[in-house]
């Protein structure tokens, strides 16, 4: 069984950076798809970025390109969200997924099998 842990949220400011890291443990992810999705209070949780493990290929949300940057740490099973000149707008708990294989749609929250608990984000105005 997977499980994925999630860390990194907390209280920033408009226009400054966080980074959150997504550690699985349980099992090789050589073939996996990892994403990070949010869910702000009141709105169903939606896709902000993913990742292929093998390649490495970026899918970005049109709401977070040039801001949020995904990428992986094969060495420690680990990856990252690095979140820069966030508005607030992004507040929201913010999971991580993952899947093996490719998924039809990367943005499909169905898609990804397994899920962590979230960490929380908050950008003040």
């Known amino acids: 069984q997977v499980q994925l842990v999630e860390s990194g949220g907390g209280l920033v400011q408009a226009g400054g950076s966080l980074t959150l890291s997504c550690t699985a443990s349980?099992?090789?992810?050589?073939?996996?798809?990892w994403a990070w999705f949010r869910q702000a209070p009141g709105k169903e949780r939606e896709f902000v970025a993913a990742?292929?493990?093998?390649?490495?290929?970026?899918y970005y949300a049109d709401s977070v390109k040039g801001r949020l940057t995904i990428t992986r740490n094969n060495a420690k099973n680990t990856v990252i969200l690095q979140m820069n000149n966030l508005k607030p707008e992004d507040t929201a708990v913010y999971y991580c997924?993952?899947?093996?294989?490719?998924?039809?749609?990367?943005?499909?929250?169905?898609?990804?099998?397994?899920w962590g608990k979230g960490t929380l984000v908050t950008v003040s105005s």
């Open positions: 997924a993952a899947r093996f294989g490719r998924p039809i749609n990367y943005t499909d929250r169905n898609e990804y099998t397994d």
């Open positions: 349980g099992r090789t992810f050589s073939s996996h798809t």
């Open positions: 990742t292929r493990w093998s390649s490495g290929s970026t």
